[in-house]
Nanobody, 129 residues
Framework: QVQLVESGGGLVQAGGSLRLSCAAS????????VAWFRQASGKEREFVVR????????YYADSVKGRFTISRDNAKNTVFLQMESLKPEDTAVYYC??????????????????????WGQGTQVTVSS
């Protein structure tokens, strides 16, 4: 059993910054790869970024590369998403997700939401123009 809780969302002006947190409980946190997804109103959930179990490997969607940074603190059972230079098109509900089987390491599947077994409830990020 894994439980994930996101926090840190809010309203920000275009060009501003936010830091999201994903707090995990259950199991051994260092055994889980973690990804952030987002879902804008009326659109499908899309991949944002993934971090490996150790934190050594990260993969970013082209839309956020250079602006977002993922990190993790396994001692605190927490994954962070630092978002900078935010744009109105970043507006969405942001979800963190855990892959307990480790299969999301593959290039072909790491952006597929079906590879992740546990999900948080999401936190709203709104970027005004």
């Amino acid at each position: 059993q894994v439980q994930l809780v996101e926090s840190g969302g809010g309203l920000v002006q275009a060009g501003g910054s936010l830091r999201l947190s994903c707090a995990a409980s259950g199991g051994t946190f260092s055994n889980y790869a973690v990804a952030w997804f987002r879902q804008a109103s009326g659109k499908e959930r899309e991949f944002v970024v993934r971090i490996s179990r150790s934190g050594a490997a990260t993969y970013y969607a082209d839309s956020v590369k250079g602006r977002f940074t993922i990190s993790r603190d396994n001692a605190k059972n927490t994954v962070f998403l630092q978002m900078e230079s935010l744009k109105p098109e970043d507006t969405a509900v942001y979800y963190c997700a855990a892959d307990v089987f480790g299969l999301s390491y593959r290039d072909e599947t790491r952006a597929n939401k079906n590879e992740y077994e546990y999900w948080g409830q999401g936190t709203q990020v709104t970027v005004s123009s």
